[in-house]
């Protein structure tokens, strides 16, 4: 599958936030999108959703136009910058309504095994994160996208994700955006930069650098 967003415009209050935008991401890849606090990443993930309604947009799946929103017409999944599961929630009943397996959950990472009957409340913000990350992964989907994954986990949990990433990849598109940079670029096959309302495809790293992202010298 290949999923396309094209001549985007999104205003707030008289404010031009994107102008331009085109974006293509496919089945077997990770897209990545960079840019600078407040240039407009989560906006960008919300337009593609469904859940922002900008001036003007374009969806193409497979060339062609999408004219619902993306979440009613694929089966995709959405990971928001904050959380988005109810803190009464039990952990359990989270995986069965994503349908992901406890099990095969708590074999990978043991120090969950004991919160199986715990509320999502009861979880650290980090674990908390995690959680909603592996199942946002792991539940069926088409398209998967995430905003921020790596915000506020350990190490240790962000290579955990970043192999999650790389396996599911097979089978869905993923886009995801982070200020992590280095393990973003790690994982894209195809990466974009958003900056003064654009998107620019990077071909070379040190784009990142002439285009004000990442200071000079920042790569060697
Ligand atoms: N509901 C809103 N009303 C008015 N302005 C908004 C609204 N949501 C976002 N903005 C503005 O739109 C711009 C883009 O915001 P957005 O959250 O998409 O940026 P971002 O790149 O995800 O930022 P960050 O990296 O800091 O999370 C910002 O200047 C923000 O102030």
């Given at each position: 599958?290949i999923?396309?967003?094209?001549?985007?415009e999104?205003?707030?209050?008289?404010?031009?936030?994107?102008n331009?935008?085109?974006?293509?991401a496919?089945?077997?890849?990770v897209?990545?999108?960079?840019?600078?606090?407040?240039?407009?990443?989560?906006?960008?993930?919300?337009?593609?959703?469904g859940?922002?309604?900008?001036?003007y947009?374009?969806?193409?799946?497979?060339?062609?136009?999408?004219?619902?929103p993306?979440?009613?017409?694929?089966?995709?999944?959405?990971?928001p910058?904050?959380?988005?599961?109810?803190?009464?929630?039990?952990?359990?009943?989270?995986?069965e309504?994503?349908e992901?397996?406890?099990?095969?959950?708590?074999?990978?990472?043991?120090?969950?095994?004991?919160?199986q009957?715990?509320?999502?409340?009861?979880?650290?913000?980090?674990?908390r994160?995690?959680?909603?990350?592996y199942?946002?992964?792991?539940?069926?989907?088409?398209?998967?996208?995430?905003?921020?994954p790596?915000?506020?986990?350990?190490?240790?949990?962000?290579?955990?994700?970043?192999?999650?990433i790389?396996?599911?990849k097979?089978?869905?598109i993923?886009i995801?955006?982070d200020?992590?940079?280095?393990?973003?670029?790690?994982?894209?096959?195809?990466?974009?930069?958003?900056?003064?309302?654009?998107?620019?495809l990077?071909?070379?790293?040190?784009?990142?650098?002439?285009y004000?992202?990442?200071?000079?010298?920042?790569?060697?």
């Amino acid at each position: 599958m290949i999923f396309e967003l094209d001549n985007v415009e999104l205003y707030f209050k008289n404010k031009r936030i994107l102008n331009g935008i085109y974006l293509k991401a496919e089945t077997g890849e990770v897209t990545g999108v960079l840019g600078r606090n407040g240039c407009g990443k989560t906006s960008l993930l919300d337009i593609a959703f469904g859940n922002l309604k900008p001036k003007y947009k374009l969806i193409r799946i497979d060339s062609k136009p999408l004219l619902k929103p993306l979440y009613k017409a694929i089966s995709t999944k959405y990971l928001p910058q904050y959380d988005s599961v109810p803190k009464n929630f039990k952990l359990k009943s989270l995986f069965e309504l994503f349908e992901v397996n406890w099990t095969t959950f708590t074999d990978q990472f043991e120090d969950y095994y004991p919160y199986q009957n715990y509320k999502f409340g009861q979880l650290s913000d980090g674990q908390r994160r995690f959680i909603e990350i592996y199942i946002v992964l792991k539940s069926n989907s088409d398209i998967v996208l995430l905003d921020e994954p790596f915000n506020g986990i350990s190490p240790l949990m962000i290579e955990g994700v970043k192999h999650i990433i790389s396996d599911e990849k097979l089978n869905k598109i993923i886009i995801l955006t982070d200020h992590r940079y280095e393990d973003v670029i790690d994982i894209t096959d195809t990466l974009y930069l958003l900056n003064n309302g654009t998107t620019k495809l990077i071909k070379e790293l040190n784009e990142l650098e002439d285009y004000g992202y990442l200071s000079v010298g920042s790569l060697s």
